[in-house]
């Protein structure tokens, strides 16, 4: 299954690119991709996070953090957690 880690890196890339940028403008690109992106996050899913929710899944692939809101100063993917 060598094409398997491929389409998760390319699934990777491919929201990294819609997602970057920050503007009103590239939220709406990002909404008009919607079929793109879904593909996306189904192709994430498919390779190993099925354990995470799918806003897990996204950040992890974009590389932004999520935050435990409970204790939104202490990120929910950080080591630095208090009884960790």
Do not use: W, Y
């Not at 990777?12 to 590239?26: C, D, E, I, K, N």
């Amino acid at each position: 299954m060598p094409g398997k880690p491929q389409m998760h890196l390319r699934s990777a890339v491919l929201l990294r690119v819609l997602m970057s940028g920050g503007t009103a403008r590239s939220v709406a690109e990002f909404a008009r991709r919607a079929a793109l992106t879904r593909q996306c996050i189904d192709g994430l899913l498919k390779r190993g996070t099925c354990r995470r929710t799918t806003a897990d899944a996204v950040a992890s692939a974009v590389g932004v953090r999520t935050l435990d809101l409970f204790d939104p100063i202490v990120s929910a993917n950080s080591d630095d957690k208090p009884g960790r």
